[in-house]
């Protein structure tokens, strides 16, 4: 698999909220996962231009992560600059 247990528990410590390995609910740990799996369907879809169905895959998760963005933004506008610049995604 692409992403170890660990280095998901390294994403959840780096990105979360709260800073732990067990904050896996907070929109900014999801949104780090995320842009961890975006990043790999990306760099799989420059090899594999004809694979269509990863490619739907990934406008999907890219809608996820807008929405969650979305609703950090009604939430709290500073801690989604925080995550805007952390994980350096543009609006």
């Known amino acids: 698999m692409y992403l170890a247990k660990e280095e998901k528990v ?3 410590q780096n990105h979360g909220r ?3 390995e067990t904050d896996t609910g907070s929109p900014e740990s999801q949104i780090a996962l995320f842009t961890y799996r975006i990043k790999h369907l990306t760099e799989h879809l420059k090899t ?7 490619r739907k895959g990934l406008l999907k998760l890219v809608g996820k992560r807008r ?3 979305n609703y950090l933004i009604k939430i709290d506008i500073e801690r989604y600059r925080n ?3 952390d994980l ?3 609006k």
């Open 18 to 20: 709260l800073k732990s």
């Open 48 to 54: 594999n231009k004809k694979d269509h169905s990863s």
């Open 67 to 69: 929405s969650l963005l």
């Open 83 to 85: 995550v805007i610049a």
């Open 88 to 90: 350096g995604i543009r």
């Open 10 to 12: 390294e994403l959840f």
